[in-house]
Nanobody
Framework: QVQLVESGGGLVQPGGSLRLSCAAS????????MAWYRQAPGKQRELVAV???????SYADSVKGRFTISRDNAWNTVYLQMNSLKPEDTAVYYC?????????????WGQGTQVTVSS
């Protein structure tokens, strides 16, 4: 089972930047895709960005041009660079991994990291 640990959240002023990290560990696995989701109070969890095994990426319309998802070559860590942050970006951000282990597909979630955008 892949374990995911997010870090990098915190309090930032509007217009500021943060970089979130998601560290993956545990066993032998092949990543199909990793993604960042977020959930604001009283709202459903929503997809923010995804990076696939071939390197392609997709973003929610609300973050296009401001957020960038990337990974290291070994898929040990996935990043979310967040620029020009807005108060509406305030949420708990979660990392998700879809992967194969010994031919079986699995999904893992991290515990989340809080991002608060406020002056």
């Amino acid at each position: 089972q892949v374990q995911l640990v997010e870090s990098g959240g915190g309090l930032v002023q509007p217009g500021g930047s943060l970089r979130l990290s998601c560290a993956a560990s545990g066993g032998f696995f092949s990543i199909n895709a990793m993604a960042w989701y977020r959930q604001a109070p009283g709202k459903q969890r929503e997809l923010v960005a995804v990076i696939r095994s071939g390197g392609s990426t997709s973003y929610a319309d609300s973050v296009k041009g401001r957020f960038t998802i990337s990974r290291d070559n070994a898929w040990n860590t996935v990043y979310l660079q967040m620029n020009s942050l807005k108060p509406e970006d305030t949420a708990v951000y979660y990392c998700k991994a879809d992967y194969l282990s010994r031919g079986t597909a699995y999904r893992s979630w991290g515990q989340g990291t809080q991002v608060t955008v406020s002056s």
